[in-house]
């Protein structure tokens, strides 16, 4: 069983960034792939990026250029730095871990980007 913590939301101005991070349970080296995804009102769940942990990292191609991912194994944390950000991400964000042959998923912490 793996528990995961999101924090670092709340609303921010367009333009503005902010740093999402997700705690977890078990030691991170073990878990092959992390990842965010963002759900907005009315809409399917989607992947924002994930890392392996390899560091190998996948983007969705709206948050290119804009989204960094990262992880770091002292602290069993996940981060998702997140710059230049609009109005069409006001979502909520998810952090998520494959272990083993299990999904898992936090309870998410919720952006507005609005001004």
């Known amino acids: 069983q793996v528990q995961l913590v999101e924090s670092g939301g709340g609303l921010v101005q367009p333009g503005g960034s902010l740093r999402l991070s997700c705690a977890a349970s078990?030691?991170?080296?073990?878990?092959?792939?992390m990842g965010w995804h963002r759900q907005a009102p009315g809409k399917q769940r989607e992947l924002v990026a994930r890392i392996t942990s390899g560091g190998t990292t996948n983007y969705a191609d709206t948050v290119k250029g804009r989204f960094t991912i990262s992880r770091d194994n002292a602290k069993n944390t996940m981060y998702l730095q997140m710059n230049s950000l609009k109005p069409d991400g006001t979502a909520v964000y998810y952090c998520?871990?494959?272990?083993?042959?299990?999904?898992?998923w936090g309870q998410g912490t919720q952006i507005t980007i609005s001004s």
């Open positions: 078990i030691t991170i080296s073990s878990i092959s792939v």
């Open positions: 998520s871990a494959v272990h083993g042959t299990s999904a898992y």
